[in-house]
């Protein structure tokens, strides 16, 4: 059972092959302040944890929002565990226990990464893996809430209904100018989210009132399946424009606003010939992805 692996896994670090086999190892990673709101036995009962505040399960991941410590002085944290990874991913866990083979430690690589590239990212309060026995693999990561805050695909239909129509489109226009910035950033080091919609870019709910200097305000999360692709870099950057453009479909946003974003991103590139076919290639790709999900819900039907 997966409370079975978690009780085995008592030894810290890689270990030896021998122990990873036969006696389960786990690789831990925290924050400084941490244990002060987790305690210090923590990593002894984290993936038993009933956590079940917005709890969410599917394919043998569970994510939920999770406080810590007293009213006084609590920290918040999004929990993500993976109790059933592949046996491939268990195989080299076994082999090659450093890889960071599971998804929480890719997250938390992502995440670190992100940050030391000065990009606005939460912070991975703590993170882990237990490998073995028997080539078993579980992961677990808590990503400190951005509390306060709102996703844009939420945050931006209450700021069309909080702010007049002319400072609604100068709000609108500050935001995609930023949005345009961190997503050229991260491509212009041929990384890409993967996951770039609108849900995944949030700002301070107050932000919604007002009309704020929006540089360093708009955070990006859920940096999962952040890759870097030096050869395929073009495809790659047409899903990450596709999947923003495909998720704008809200009330609050328009045509010119699209249009905004696109002159920010591409800047005086837009002006070539190539640019306009891969912007007719990534409204295609937005078509796709908008058929697939109107598939899905009449399968749901």
Known sequence: SDSAIC?????TGTGTLWQRLFHGVRRLRQQPHWPDF?????????????????????????????????????LVVYLKRHYRLPWWHGLLALLWPEGDWSPAMQEWDHLEW??????PVPVAAAGGEFIGPWGRLSSFIAVEELTGMLALHEAIPLAAKELDALTFRRWKRGLLRQMAVLTRNLHDRRCF???????????????????????GRVRLIDLHRLARHRLT?????????????????LPGVDDRDRLWFARRYFGDARRRWSISWIRQIIRLQAWNYQRRHERRLRRRK
């Open 38 to 74: 987790a305690g210090p036995d923590w990593a002894e009962h984290i993936m038993q944890a009933a956590v079940t505040d917005r709890f969410h399960a599917k394919q043998g991941r569970t994510i939920a929002r999770w406080t810590l410590g007293p009213d006084s002085r609590q």
């Open 114 to 119: 992100a940050r030391s590239a000065g990009l």
């Open 233 to 249: 870099w073009p495809w790659w950057g047409i899903k990450d424009l596709a999947q923003l453009l495909y998720s704008s479909d």
């Open 7 to 11: 009780r085995r896994s008592i030894l």
């Open 193 to 215: 989210h993967k996951d770039l919609y609108l849900c995944h870019f949030y700002i301070d709910r107050e932000d919604t009132r007002r009309l704020p200097d929006w540089r």
